[in-house]
């Protein structure tokens, strides 16, 4: 079925990163307004902007101390109204993400409900008593250390899967439901127009509690198995669903690790009736460290062509290969050394073109890369601070830290956007809250909008031609040339139209043959090099896009 979202392009915005208007060096709302022709000439047709609400910041602002109110960093609610005005105004649509696994220690909820045992919001969050005169189970939170933190005036432990200042929400009680969809129904009666819905994954958690096995003697275990996609979560989804969700017109999207794609339809089904997407993990786990720097075009396509293939005619796919938890993928894929533009470009194609409603994260369509670090202190995600002291207790090095850390560490992605080759990269008249990175005087938009060949530029042909060609929306993914060691090839398909994509994910020259995949009578629509050279051989990190 046809739908606006399947259509659109969006682009995902870290506020905090992406534009200061008010010189204090951090970005903020109206920055973002300021910005809106840049994307509105991009050819973006849908934001979606991570939480800009009132926060302490221990995670940036995914620990949320009101749900109904504007980091005072970020503007105030008449410069959010704005921007949805704006941004309405330019005929683009405007998302929020909607954090509701969790809130900030600082939300009046966990205040009330910490302050006595028999408060009536004490069954609001997931308190226990100690076990053994130690935390109640062995669990280990994402971001390291446990999962429980002891609470001194009521003596007893709250469960936070996060940080410690983000304690989890009792999705069990139905008083914290209500209260989430009164919340949600506020936001979408001001007119927004959908959520991505973080960390739905965790939502629902083993109902006992217990321990995990923990063979190697941990003083926590890992325990994603009792939180992440555990069985019931869909319940929760099909309440949020009825209270709230079939009511309005809007597209949604579930932060979803844990999900493969043998059981996509359940959670994306058109027919269900839960949500319009889900940003699976699949290829991100491909991100770890264990599993090598750059993945293999065989783990690519295998991941790939399993999610088109599952949702082919029965849901829709997000596409996406960053956001603000991952590294840059040009650092990361590609070969920023020897064909930075290139393997920048490669990669967007490679998405890009799929079945599924394409994001793509601040930056990433100018090529920006990952950052340096020389210490600690350069670094600001809680979570890599985490990192930094358990690896410290394990006795590993400062080099061997920052060396992991530079590979894996979300900091990367949240440099500041640059616009320019000005000081401070064109994101703020004072110093940014986070470092530049060093390269912004060659990696910028302002460069890449002179340039042709530029990879602002390459996004752009790719979102017009997408635009134009409905086969590119609509049309059935078939994977090529699967067993090729370094060609990602796949075509598209639509009532007689035909395109293929063909992408080199290698540093070097590749060559397939005419009778593994045809491209006689083919006409050649967009690529990163040109002309094209040789039509069976692809240059290092070369994509080319032909209609049949
Ligand atoms: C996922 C978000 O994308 C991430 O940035 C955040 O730290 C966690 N959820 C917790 O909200």
Redesign the pocket.
């Given at each position: 079925m046809a739908n606006w979202w399947k259509e659109a392009v969006a682009y995902q915005i870290y506020p905090r990163s992406f534009k200061d208007s008010n010189g204090d060096g951090i970005g903020d709302l109206n920055g973002i307004s300021e910005k809106l022709d840049y994307l509105k000439d991009l050819g973006i047709d849908l934001i979606w902007i991570?939480p800009m609400y009132k926060s302490p910041n221990d995670?940036?602002g995914?620990?949320i101390s009101d749900y109904q109110e504007i980091m005072a960093e970020f503007g105030s609610m008449a410069d959010f109204d704005r921007l949805l005005e704006q941004v309405h105004a330019r005929g683009m649509r405007l998302i929020i993400d909607l954090?509701v696994?969790?809130t900030s220690d600082e939300h009046p909820w966990f205040l009330e409900s910490r302050s006595s045992r028999n408060n009536p919001k004490r069954g609001w969050y997931i308190w226990r008593d100690s076990k053994n005169g130690a935390e109640p189970n062995n669990w280990e939170g994402?971001?390291k250390g446990s999962a429980w933190e002891f609470d001194p005036q009521t003596q007893q432990y709250y469960l936070h899967l996060?940080t410690r200042r983000?304690p989890d929400l009792n999705w069990e009680n139905h008083d914290v439901r209500r209260a989430v969809y009164d919340m949600m129904r506020w936001w979408l009666d001001k007119g927004i127009d959908g959520f991505r819905i973080?960390?739905i994954a965790h939502l629902k958690k083993e109902p006992l509690l217990d321990d995990v096995p923990n063979p190697d003697k941990l003083r926590y275990a890992p325990a994603m198995k009792s939180h992440l996609n555990y069985d019931g979560l869909l319940d929760y989804v099909d309440d949020m669903s009825r209270n709230v969700l079939q009511h309005y017109d809007i597209v949604t999207v579930g932060?979803m690790n844990g999900l493969y794609a043998e059981n996509a339809e359940e959670w994306v089904g058109e027919h269900r009736g839960r949500l319009n997407m889900v940003f699976q993990f699949e290829h991100v786990r491909l991100w770890e460290p264990e599993a090598g720097l750059r993945p293999e075009p065989a783990a690519l396509k295998r991941i790939f062509t399993a999610w088109q293939e599952a949702l082919e005619g029965k849901g829709w796919n997000a596409l996406y290969v960053e956001?603000?938890?991952l590294t840059r993928i040009t650092s990361r894929w590609g070969d920023t050394e020897h064909y930075w533009r290139e393997s920048a470009t490669c990669i967007a194609a490679l998405y890009f073109l799929m079945q599924g409603t394409p994001f793509i994260y601040q930056g990433q369509e100018i090529g920006m890369t990952n950052t340096r670090f020389e210490g600690l202190e350069d670094f600001d995600d809680v979570?890599a601070k985490n990192m930094w002291r358990e690896m410290a207790e394990q006795g590993k090095s400062e080099e061997e830290i920052i060396a992991f850390l530079t590979n894996t560490g979300?900091d990367n992605s949240r440099t500041p956007m640059q616009w320019n080759a000005w000081p401070n990269a064109g994101f703020s008249d004072a110093k940014p809250w986070f470092k530049v990175n060093a390269n912004y005087e060659m990696i910028n938009v302002a460069s890449q909008q002179q340039d042709p060949d530029s990879v602002l530029n390459f996004y752009r042909a790719l979102i017009q031609l997408r635009r134009q060609e409905r086969t590119l929306i609509y049309g059935r993914y078939v994977l090529e040339l699967e067993g090729h060691s370094q060609i990602y090839a796949y075509s598209r398909m639509l009532e007689g139209v035909e395109f293929v994509v063909l992408c080199n994910m290698s540093s070097k020259s590749a060559r397939w043959s005419e009778a593994e995949l045809s491209l006689d009578g083919a006409r050649f629509v967009l690529g990163n090099y040109a002309p094209v050279e040789e039509t069976y051989r692809l240059h290092a990190w070369e994509a080319r896009v032909y209609k049949l």
């Open positions: 991570c995670d940036n995914y620990d954090v696994n969790h994402i971001f996060f983000q973080d960390a932060e956001n603000h938890d979570s979300r």
